[in-house]
């Protein structure tokens, strides 16, 4: 059986927990080998102040059966970065499996990747997917054909599991869940604006909706 090449996109600023929690179900797929892809071979800084260091740069990458697209706030940057894009595009083109996580999804947008697609992405952002040829369902993973997207941050690691067992079968799945004692029990009911207290909500929402106008713009930018 051929080795399976599991890809993804670095980008400055991204949302680590976006590339390491599928990071770390994906690596344990069997026969396997994971690339981290960016445009140099420079430490990529993450919106946490984690550097993150790329194994191959975008013109040296293979052909990637598996193509993963984290979000972050650097997406709105990366969304005019003709390289990044067309890397994405091109890797997407030829792949198994296109997916991402978070607002990753606007990238794989960006780049042709959603159109006429079932989305989803973090919460804060759905309502522009149509900006990208998108339908928006609510859910946290949500598969299409070949496209897979997952909503907002920690879904990257249910996303990671479905992608184990779309690949490697439910038992698989589940052993790797069990390894990794992926067993949420989170201590507040505030992590999805269906369960949050609004004055939580309210708080929370307004950090999106100045970024939610730039990624329009940005999107009108690559379009163009």
């Not at 976006?18 to 344990?28: A, E």
């Not at 799945?173 to 069990?178: F, S, W």
Request: proline fraction near 5%.
């Amino acid at each position: 059986m051929a080795t399976l090449e599991l890809g993804f996109v670095l980008f400055p600023n991204l949302t680590q927990l976006d590339f390491t929690g599928p990071l770390q179900v994906m690596s344990r797929l069997p026969n396997s080998r994971v690339h981290i892809a960016a445009k140099t071979m420079e430490i990529v800084p993450s919106d946490c102040n984690l550097g993150l260091q790329p194994t191959v740069t975008f013109a040296d990458a293979p052909q990637f059966d598996v193509l993963c697209v984290p979000g972050g706030f650097g997406v709105a940057d990366a969304l005019v970065d003709k390289e990044t894009v067309d890397f994405i595009r091109r890797q997407g083109q030829g792949a198994r499996y296109v997916t991402s996580v978070c607002t990753g999804a606007f990238l794989l947008g960006a780049a042709g990747l959603l159109q006429g697609k079932r989305a989803t992405t973090h919460w804060g952002y759905t309502g522009i997917l149509d900006h990208v040829g998108a339908t928006y369902e609510a859910a946290r993973v949500v598969k299409d054909g070949n496209v897979i997207t997952a909503g907002g941050v920690t879904s990257g690691i249910d996303f990671g599991l479905t992608i184990v067992a779309e690949i490697a079968g439910a038992e698989v799945a589940e052993a790797v869940q069990l390894g990794l004692e992926y067993n949420p029990a989170p201590p507040f009911k505030s992590g999805h604006p269906s369960i949050a207290k609004p004055a939580t909500l309210e708080r929370v929402a307004g950090r999106y909706q100045e970024n939610v106008e730039i990624y329009k713009q940005r999107l009108a930018e690559a379009a163009a």
